[in-house]
């Protein structure tokens, strides 16, 4: 079953009026454009509506109402004519072009041209006057003039569209990688958050259990002490971050970030925390300076490392080694395996994914885990093993194997 016919555009009824009025008032006017026809003036009308109700037909049927109206256009051929049944064929011919399918715009314009070509060379060859050339420039005016005019508005029409289509492309683009800056600024800072202040909040919370359980006034006074300078260095380091977040360097880079240079400072706030920790450096003084990123990576690991071992170690010693490799830095910390004696605060997770996440951004290994067994000597041990390279393509194989 044939499908409904559109309505019509209100451009196209505009044309169809407009044109029927027009061709209405020439022939009321006797300007026909023909003499000497079969058929009288009358009959010049019955193209001109057929033409006008085409021009109805010109978006939604091109190609139908192109057919047809060369059909009209034929017949109005036998009649006085009218200049406005002659106007609306060529707008038809436009818009059968313009409108129709792909094929139809590639074919329609060497039709017309062949046609052209075949009549303007025929009545040459009938009237052997110079004067059939006219026939021809009136037969290329009518078809071959206006198709062309159709595939050019079409070419323009389809370059605009494309270029709104990868315009519309590129913005969708520039949002998505929006959308990921943003994601990964927010994780950049959860990390930077987690890392900064849990080392402080659990060594808060694990003497603040400790004071509330136990009933000595010297042990009370010294975990007080203990809360309240993991107090200050937290609120010290969260404004820090504030700054990070309000002014950030020329770079990109957070200001003050912290370096392996104030890994004794770390260390021995963990041992005021109640940690056993040595630190074994085997990096020789006059080693090559390390990016920012890999030494703030690595510090940042070894304070997780620290917080983790606070709150779920079981007593004994930590032991934090770096190792400076070729073209990667080492990083191994290692604290006793099992349940603490004291008060345990709760985690969360986040740090060993947070860990996990900084070694991979500068495309380094991590690992972590327990090993050893119960039925050693020294029991089980917890290892968090990082190597982090230089650059992500510096990383030796013989880096990656190292396991001591």
Known sequence: MASPLPRPHRVDVQIAVGSVLAGLALWGLGLHMQTDRPLGATWALVPLFVLAGLELLRRSRPQTALVIGTFALVADQ?????LASVMMFTDIMYAAVVYGTPAAARRIPVTTGLITVAVTIGFLAWLREPEAILIGVVTALVSFAPATTGVLVRTHREAAGTARLRAEQTALLAEMDRVQAIIAERARMARELHDMVANHLSAIAIHSTAALSLDDPKTTKDALSVIRENSVEGLAEMRRLIGI???PSDDGTPTASPTLDGLGALIGNARTNGLDVTLD?????DSSKLPAPVELAAYRIIQESLTNALKHASPGLVTVTLTQRRRALEVRVSSPYGSPAGPRAPGSGAGLVG???RTELLGGTFESG????ADSGDGKVWNVHAILPVAPSDLDPID???TE
Do not use: C
């Open 78 to 82: 036998f009649t006085a004519g009218n």
């Open 245 to 247: 977040l309000r002014d």
């Open 281 to 285: 450096d085997t990096r020789s003084p």
């Open 355 to 357: 860990m996990r996440e």
């Open 370 to 373: 327990p090993e050893g067994s």
């Open 400 to 402: 990656e194997g190292v």
